[in-house]
């Protein structure tokens, strides 16, 4: 069923979105940026950040961090969403591999996934000594129609 704006349905067909970035930096500024990047003072939208897995397997650093955000959902959405849902949870797992230079990182929302679903995997490689470079794979899935008229079309045209 579609059309209605608000009615729950199956998940929809998922949407993929692909871009790379070049950055002109060496694979490990890049990585460091990364890590620094939760928490500081100028992410005022994120109000935790644990790690709770940190191992080294096969020469690779394996990490599992819960982040707490404040929620992004448009406001006029906000009504239909449960107040236990009003900070979004993400999971993000990273595996760092300083021998191949590649930094991947993964993050999904663990909660408000009966509106929607999102998935990112960036991937840091370095291809020379001051180059670097991010394939950013997205997967969106929702279950309310006017999720996938308000999020798909901007998330695309920004990739």
Same mark, same amino acid.
């Given at each position: 069923?579609?059309?209605?704006?608000?009615?729950? +349905?199956?998940?929809?067909?998922?949407?993929? #979105?692909? /871009?790379?970035? &070049?950055? $002109?930096?060496?694979?490990?500024?890049? +990585?460091? !940026?990364?890590?620094?990047?939760? @928490?500081?003072? #100028?992410?005022?939208?994120? %109000?935790?950040?644990?790690?709770?897995?940190?191992?080294?397997?096969?020469?690779?650093?394996? &990490?599992?961090? #819960?982040?707490?955000?404040?929620?992004?959902?448009?406001?006029?959405?906000?009504?239909?969403? @449960?107040?236990?849902? $009003? !900070?979004?949870?993400?999971?993000?797992?990273?595996?760092?591999?300083?021998? /191949?230079?590649?930094?991947?990182?993964?993050?999904?929302?663990? /909660?408000?996934? #009966?509106?929607? %679903?999102?998935?990112?995997?960036?991937?840091?490689?370095?291809? $020379?000594?001051?180059?670097?470079?991010?394939?950013?794979?997205?997967?969106?899935?929702?279950?309310?129609?006017?999720?996938?008229?308000?999020?798909?079309? @901007? !998330?695309?045209?920004?990739?």
């Amino acid at each position: 069923q579609s059309g209605h704006y608000g009615r729950e +349905t199956s998940m929809t067909s998922p949407k993929y #979105f692909i /871009n790379w970035t &070049t950055f $002109k930096k060496s694979w490990e500024d890049v +990585t460091v !940026a990364h890590w620094l990047k939760y @928490p500081n003072p #100028f992410s005022n939208h994120v %109000l935790s950040e644990d790690v709770v897995e940190r191992r080294v397997e096969d020469g690779k650093l394996c &990490t599992v961090r #819960f982040i707490v955000k404040k929620q992004r959902i448009p406001a006029s959405l906000m009504w239909m969403v @449960p107040n236990r849902h $009003k !900070a979004c949870y993400v999971k993000e797992t990273s595996v760092i591999d300083p021998v /191949n230079q590649e930094c991947t990182i993964t993050t999904e929302n663990l /909660n408000c996934r #009966f509106i929607s %679903l999102v998935i990112e995997t960036l991937k840091y490689k370095g291809v $020379k000594m001051c180059e670097t470079v991010m394939e950013r794979r997205t997967l969106i899935s929702s279950k309310i129609d006017r999720i996938q008229k308000s999020v798909y079309q @901007p !998330a695309y045209v920004s990739l």
